[in-house]
Structure formats: C-alpha cells, structure tokens
C-alpha cells in the first residue's frame, strides 16, 4: 500500500505562487508515475500535472488552464513530487489531491485510467 501526504496548501492573493508537496513511501518510487489533481466546489476533479516515471524519462504534461503557471517535478532520492504554482487565479481554489500510480503501469494504462492511490488533499484557496 503506497502513502501519499500532501503539504503545502494555504491562502494566497491573487498573483501570487504557491508550492505543493507530496511524500511518498514505497521503494519502487522513482518509477511511478505522480500526478496532481484538484477538486473545486461542485467540480469535478481535473488532471493538473502528471510526471512519468524515470523510465519514460519523467515526462512531464500539464492541463492547459495551468500550463505556463504551473511546474511539477519530482525528487527520487527524497520520494517526493512538487508542484509550484505561480501565477495565481481565483479559478485555481481547489482542494489539490496527490495521485500516484503503481510502478507496474505500462504508459498506456497511466495516460487512461484513473490514479491507484491517492493522498488525502490540501486546500489551496486564492484571494482577490
């Protein structure tokens, strides 16, 4: 079973940055691919960023309402994924969620399906 804990989240203005964390265990970390996601008030939750695994040389690919505004990354020695945003909206309030997918996924299954593990979430609330 993989852990995922999310830090980070907070109250912001407008304009401003912000940074996520997500640490999680396991020892096959470097491999999985990370996401974030988030979950606004009666949205649905949506894709933020997603990094592939070192085999797929941790591509990186991102939703295009935060594209520009927003960096995942990741540190393999320190089974941890990041997520800066910079660049705040209002449209970005959200509860942001980190997802993980086992290492066994093949990159087909990771870019269609759903996440199989997933932290507990984090508000990130942006003000005017």
Same mark, same amino acid.
């Given at each position: %079973?993989?852990?995922l804990?999310?830090?980070? &989240?907070? *109250?912001v203005?407008?304009?401003?940055?912000?940074?996520?964390?997500?640490?999680?265990?396991?020892?096959?970390?470097?491999?999985?691919?990370?996401?974030?996601?988030?979950?606004? =008030? &009666?949205?649905?939750?949506? *894709?933020?960023?997603?990094? $592939? &695994?070192? %085999?797929h040389?941790?591509?990186?690919?991102?939703?295009d309402?935060?594209k &520009?505004?927003?960096?995942?990354?990741?540190?393999?020695?320190?089974?941890?994924?990041? $997520?800066?945003?910079?660049? *705040?909206? *209002?449209?970005?309030?959200?509860?942001?969620?980190?997802?993980?997918?086992?290492?066994?996924?093949?990159?087909?299954?990771?870019?269609t399906?759903? =996440?199989?593990?997933?932290?507990?979430?984090?508000?990130?609330?942006?003000?005017?």
């Amino acid at each position: %079973q993989v852990q995922l804990v999310e830090s980070g &989240g907070g *109250l912001v203005q407008a304009g401003g940055s912000l940074g996520l964390s997500c640490s999680a265990s396991g020892s096959d970390f470097r491999r999985r691919a990370m996401a974030w996601y988030r979950q606004a =008030p &009666g949205k649905q939750r949506e *894709l933020v960023a997603r990094i $592939l &695994g070192s %085999q797929h040389s941790a591509t990186r690919n991102y939703a295009d309402s935060v594209k &520009g505004r927003c960096t995942i990354s990741r540190d393999n020695a320190k089974n941890t994924v990041y $997520l800066q945003m910079n660049s *705040l909206k *209002l449209e970005d309030t959200a509860v942001y969620y980190c997802a993980s997918w086992t290492a066994t996924r093949i990159l087909s299954s990771v870019t269609t399906t759903a =996440p199989d593990y997933w932290g507990q979430g984090i508000q990130v609330t942006v003000s005017s």
